[in-house]
């Protein structure tokens, strides 16, 4: 039996909307319900696999992967659709040596000089990191990630963006899963604070950058923390009526 689907009292888009903007039929792909379960299980199954490493072999990785990846997290949603993102990457070896004086002094300072309170020390034990990022040298590919603050066109206007952090954190969530898919790893990296690298990598005054991504293969048998993810019950609430 076919289902019988909704008559909308609101259908969208409206026709004289549709008479001043450009619309299209969504590509829309359905799965028989056998396939969408098995689907779903596969891409679980790929993704509970993925961690991020903090050792990188140096073993090449070719560019057309990378840009891939971008290409992939560039289907992110984003608030008004204004893609507020820069992905910037780079394989020089100048500029990753650059990258990591820079990324390690900022972590001295963090590290060692206590800009880290005693608090954010103490749920970075378990983890072990400090000021050393050998990775950010090692690792074939260092993409930073900007977010654009506000669009500025040619002509020197200014226009606002909307949900920034939001969307450029969903873009990021894709970009890590495209890499991982394609069986590379990469570590989420914030060396507090990034200023260094607007400077660094060229970025105009409207860019920020929001995370950097050393890329590449893991060392073969590197360690990463022996963590457990929240089991469902503790992320998933489900709701079943109103609260007030
Ligand atoms: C926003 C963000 C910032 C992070 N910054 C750092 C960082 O600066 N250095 C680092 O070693 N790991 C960093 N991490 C990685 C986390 O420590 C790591 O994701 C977490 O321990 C879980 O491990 P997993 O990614 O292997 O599942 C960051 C992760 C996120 C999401």
Known sequence: MT????????PYPPAELESEHPFRVLDFVEYPPDEMA??????????????SPRLFSDRPVPRELIESAIRTA??????AHKQPWRF?????AEVKTAIRAAAEEEERVNYLESRMNDEWQEALAPIGTDHHKEFLELAPWIVVLFEERFERRPDGETRKNYYVKESVGIAAG???SALHNMGLATLTHT?????FLTRM?????????????PIGYPLPDVKVPDFDRKPLDEVMVMVDEPAD
Not at 74 to 79: H, M, V
Not at 88 to 92: D, L, P
Not at 191 to 195: E, G, Q, R
């Open 174 to 176: 894709i970009f890590i």
């Open 74 to 79: 560039a289907t992110a949603p984003s608030g």
């Open 201 to 213: 990598l060229g970025r105009p005054d409207n860019e920020r950058p929001f995370v950097m991504f």
């Open 88 to 92: 910037v990457a780079t394989k020089s």
């Open 191 to 195: 060396p507090s604070p990034m200023a």
């Open 38 to 51: 098995e689907r779903a299980a596969a891409f679980e199954a790929l993704m509970t696999r993925r961690r």
């Open 3 to 10: 289902h019988a689907e909704p008559v909308y009292e609101h």
